[in-house]
């Protein structure tokens, strides 16, 4: 069964820091792949998606992410933290069935961001 | 820009009530879905429907049921809320995959407690 798995429950980054948010996916095919963003008392914003070619993405807020078949990953980074950027990231899988389109979505990993 | 909808933001329900959460979106999107978000479980999709009048099993489809009588409403109803249904539940909707993966556009939530 198609999975996805955020290892990382919290992760506390100093402002200005860099900052890396792992995921890991099992699925059979390439897959298409996003990161989304979730801030308090909101819903799920986009931040990036892989569906194919370049395997180096880059999305708003400054985010970028690295899809890595040999590891089966999709690591998302970020240079330099913001304090905005404290927020509950989601790593998603797509996963395709005759035009529907169905997302698995990994358990989260919660940022904080310290002054 | 509305986007996705949802009705109401937050609900506190007695076990046995019953209530339906209303998703409404102006994007003319084919595809809506029903997902709820528990601590540690990432979204779960709960119900999802492919167009006006048709409708299908999520993850999670047990004690609820849903309608989509409008391309741009998606109801979803508990009949007899019990305390394992206390989430925040997310609407979400993408437009028709024409080859190419359309993302799901997330309302920003309704937050459900069962007492």
């Known amino acids: 069964a198609q999975s996805v798995t955020q290892p990382d429950i919290h992760i506390t980054v100093s402002e200005g820091a860099s900052l890396e948010l792992r995921c890991n996916y099992s699925y059979g095919a390439t897959p298409y792949l996003f990161w989304y963003v979730q801030s308090p008392g909101q819903g799920l914003q986009l931040l990036l998606k892989?569906?194919?070619?370049?395997?180096l993405v880059q999305g708003i807020k400054g985010f970028e992410a690295e899809f890595k078949r040999s590891q089966s990953s999709f690591n998302l980074r970020k240079p330099s933290v913001h304090w905005s950027d404290a927020a509950e990231y989601f790593c998603a899988v797509g996963l395709m069935n005759t035009g529907f389109q169905k997302l698995v979505f990994g358990t989260g990993t919660r940022l904080l961001v310290s002054p | 820009n509305a986007g996705v909808t949802q009705t109401p933001k937050f609900r506190v329900l007695k076990t046995g009530q019953s209530m339906t959460l209303l998703c409404a979106q102006d994007?003319?999107?084919?595809?809506m879905y029903w997902y709820r978000q528990d601590p540690g479980m990432g979204l779960r999709l709960i119900h999802y429907s492919v167009g006006e009048g048709t409708t299908a099993k999520g993850e999670v489809p047990d004690g609820y049921n849903v309608s989509r009588l409008k391309k741009q409403n998606f109801l979803l109803g508990l009949e007899s809320a019990a305390p394992s249904q206390t989430s925040v539940y997310f609407c979400?909707?993408?437009?028709?995959?024409?080859?190419?993966?359309?993302?799901?556009?997330f309302g920003d939530g309704t937050r459900l407690s069962i007492l």
């Open positions: 979400a909707s993408s437009s028709l995959n024409t080859g190419i993966y359309q993302p799901q556009h």
């Open positions: 994007m003319n999107h084919e595809y």
């Open positions: 892989y569906f194919s070619g370049d395997t």
